[in-house]
């Protein structure tokens, strides 16, 4: 379950979206105003899976494409975005490549460090692999040179010749790499000589072969001409710039006295054809990819499946997806956009954002929210209406889609949410905690149809398991999953019960959930190893959730980050001083002092990645004690040391860095001496409009997808064009 981040949460007009609008019929579902709405007509959508467009940035280096059918690969036949529809991905009919099963890897001709040349291809796949180990992605790419194989090893690409000559720099300081490549690696780049044009690639080929036969760098380019018929030319060099490009011009000139060399125009569009050598270590094929180097700075490929398949995406986990692939240069990067039915995308949202368990009313109410922003956000970034990323909605390809996300899909045609102003921003998050946010406790903006409701959101922390916070003799604690621990009947002297492992290696943990990014094993027991349980917890889930402990220092480097005045001690001190009518915070202090993020919502940043701000703070140092007399003391980790007197022998000082609790209500606590954070909440997201639990759980109490949608967003109508 995933959500849409939007920074601004207006109600503008959607008749700046462009032509092709229609206005909506009656409304449909219970009784509210009824609207009319100027609502965009989209028959395609385009999503960038990689793109960077100053809203929006994902990028790779290269993009790895296959399909069970095969490929076809053409220019696009159209700018992207134009008219209401956007785009066609189809090709022009000049065939850059018809591939079968194998790999197409595409990149744009840019500066790149060549690394080696070798006649070897063992040795070549043997660098390009100490490259990978290194974590530097490395191609190799046969060619022919003076009738013999050649194989270059080479890492890019690079947005300029300082950014590639820094990256030589680089990897010439790595171990078995440097001393391997000096005096050979150098930086190249994408500027070339036309050697000729010609109608037919063979003849482009043998003209590239004789020169190559001299030595040179020579690749077949095909052009995307204005014209039907292809056009295929020979570019010679690969220059970092300008004065490079002269050089290599005298040099082809002494060596061909009669060639004519004529210099390749910017704004021209072409795809330089490679074979690139498969380097993964169980692999003894040449040539097993085809590398497509796009030129020119309006390049736009459109890449198609055989019939009835789809194109995956390796850099993308491997992802299938319908439709097409466009890959352009779009501020200097490559971008790739999928463009496929609208129908179609809406649902891989429904099946990335949900669970086919789902009741289909909670599907069909996410195919609304979901069709509703879609529509919305018009040509949202240049060259596509949406990402595929939760900064948008999640769209996970063909591999995402079940067949209740398309009843979903179908069963709402053409329906959207629209109050007085046009279509709403639907905005939905995974779990709103039991209460929906105002909008003013997210962004700070008031915006009429976000208002804060009471949702049900418990379903999901329903069936998960409980962990034990622990301590062993050493005084190491953390939480196991009590799966892992068994009760040995004995406790000790304060009542507490023993435990012991149930098996070798288990995992204890800072907070009660698995994630060996964000919360690492901080230790592991075997059999037969013992420990008290003082505490225990559901683990951590999108309603209910422990993050922390954070230590003070390490937190006090974000928390300075929205301050007026930087902490220059310890931290000693989070306050929560204002909460919004959901009860999410709005408003903090660090040692007294105010904290100014850029909003509210922002908080769960400042803290780490919070899951929302619908929580509370215990802090680890500090706690109260009730002595003799009622005298009330608190204490913190700045404070001397409490002396605890005990049942039998003297009293004496805590001096260690725990100190276990028993407060009035019989539950113990753990203190440190120094001081440390943990954050308890509810709900995972913004909190703003649907929450997606809560869609389940009133479809489960007999809500239709009208009545559910109008829960959570105020005063709409649900209209269809």
């Not at 020169?211 to 380019?221: E, K, L, N, P, S």
């Not at 050493?474 to 406790?491: E, L, M, P, R, V």
């Not at 930087?566 to 040692?591: D, Q």
């Not at 997201?685 to 949608?709: N, T």
Request: a neutral charge.
């Amino acid at each position: 379950m995933k959500r849409i981040v939007s920074k601004w949460l207006t109600a503008a007009c959607l008749t700046a979206l462009g032509a092709g609008v229609g206005i909506a019929a009656a409304a449909l579902g219970p009784a509210h105003a009824v609207y009319a709405a100027a609502v965009p007509k989209l028959d395609m959508v385009r999503v960038g899976l990689f793109m960077d467009t100053g809203k929006y940035s994902a990028n790779t280096p290269a993009v790895t494409l296959f399909s069970g059918k095969g490929l076809d690969i053409g220019f696009s036949k159209a700018a992207a975005g134009t008219g209401a529809n956007g785009a066609g991905n189809g090709g022009d009919g000049t065939v850059l490549a018809s591939v079968d099963k194998s790999n197409v890897r595409a990149s744009l001709d840019a500066h790149r460090v060549l690394l080696w040349e070798t006649s070897d291809a063992a040795q070549a796949k043997a660098l390009a692999q100490k490259l990978g180990d290194a974590n530097t992605e490395a191609a190799v790419l046969q060619r022919m040179k003076q009738g013999k194989a050649a194989y270059q090893v080479s890492v890019g690409p690079y947005a300029s010749k300082e950014a590639a000559a820094a990256a030589l720099t680089k990897l010439l300081a790595l171990p078995e790499v440097g001393s391997a490549v000096k005096g050979f690696a150098s930086v190249t780049g994408p500027l070339h000589w036309n050697a000729g044009v010609y109608a037919a690639e063979a003849q482009a080929q043998q003209q590239a072969s004789a020169i190559a036969q001299a030595g040179f760098d020579a690749d077949v380019a095909v052009l995307d001409v204005a014209a039907g018929a292809p056009a295929y030319a020979v570019l010679v060099a690969a220059a970092a710039d300008a004065a490079e490009l002269n050089t290599a011009k005298q040099q082809l000139s002494a060596a061909f006295p009669g060639l004519a060399l004529q210099p390749v125009d910017p704004a021209a569009s072409y795809v330089l054809k490679r074979a690139e050598l498969d380097a993964s270590p169980d692999s003894q094929a040449a040539g097993a990819l085809q590398r497509l180097l796009l030129g020119g700075m309006g390049i736009k490929v459109a890449v198609s499946p055989k019939p009835a398949e789809t194109v995956n995406v390796l850099e993308r986990a491997e992802r299938a997806y319908r439709g097409g692939l466009e890959l352009s240069r779009l501020n200097g990067k490559l971008a790739v956009v999928n463009e496929l039915p609208v129908d179609q995308y809406l649902a891989s949202v429904v099946g990335s954002e949900l669970n086919k368990e789902w009741p289909l009313e909670a599907l069909k109410a996410q195919a609304v929210a979901a069709r509703t922003y879609m529509l919305r956000q018009g040509l949202k970034y240049q060259i596509a209406h949406v990402s595929d990323s939760t900064i948008d909605q999640v769209y996970k390809g063909a591999g995402a889609e079940f067949a209740e996300a398309q009843t979903a899909v179908s069963a709402t045609q053409g329906e959207v949410l629209a109050n007085a102003s046009g279509l709403i921003d639907p905005l939905f998050s995974s779990n709103a905690g039991g209460k929906t946010a105002e909008s003013t406790e997210i962004w700070g903006n008031k915006v009429s149809y976000l208002k804060s409701v009471e949702t049900p959101d418990e379903g999901a922390e329903k069936g998960k398991a409980v962990w034990y916070r622990i301590v062993l003799p050493n005084g190491n604690a953390g939480y196991i999953h009590s799966s892992y621990a068994k009760d040995t009947g004995q406790k000790n002297a304060a009542d507490l019960p023993y435990y012991e492992s149930n098996a070798t290696g288990v995992s204890v943990r800072t907070a009660p959930f698995v994630d060996n990014a964000t919360n690492p094993a901080l230790f592991k027991v075997d059999i037969g190893d013992r420990f008290v349980v003082f505490d225990q917890a559901v683990e951590s889930n999108a309603y209910s959730w422990l993050r922390g402990p954070f230590e003070g220092d390490k937190l006090k480097e974000k928390v300075n980050t929205v301050l007026a005045q930087p902490i220059t001690g310890a931290l000693e001190r989070l306050e929560i001083s204002a909460r919004g009518t959901s009860g999410r915070v709005t408003e903090m202090k660090a040692n007294g002092q105010a904290l100014k993020p850029a909003n509210p919502d922002a908080l769960r940043t400042v803290f780490n990645g919070l899951p929302s701000t619908r929580f509370e703070i215990e802090e680890t140092g500090s706690y109260t004690i009730l002595g003799a007399n009622n005298n009330v003391r608190k204490q913190s980790a700045a404070s001397p040391n409490v002396v605890i007197a005990s049942g039998s022998g003297p009293a004496k000082e805590a001096a260690g860095p725990q100190l276990f609790i028993m407060g009035g209500s019989n539950r113990v606590s753990m203190k440190d001496r120094s001081t440390r954070f943990i954050f308890k909440g509810n709900g995972s997201g913004h909190g703003l409009g649907m929450s997606q639990w809560g869609a389940k759980g009133y479809a489960e109490l007999g809500y239709d997808y009208k009545k559910i949608l109008q829960t959570y967003y105020d005063g709409v109508s649900i209209i269809k064009e």
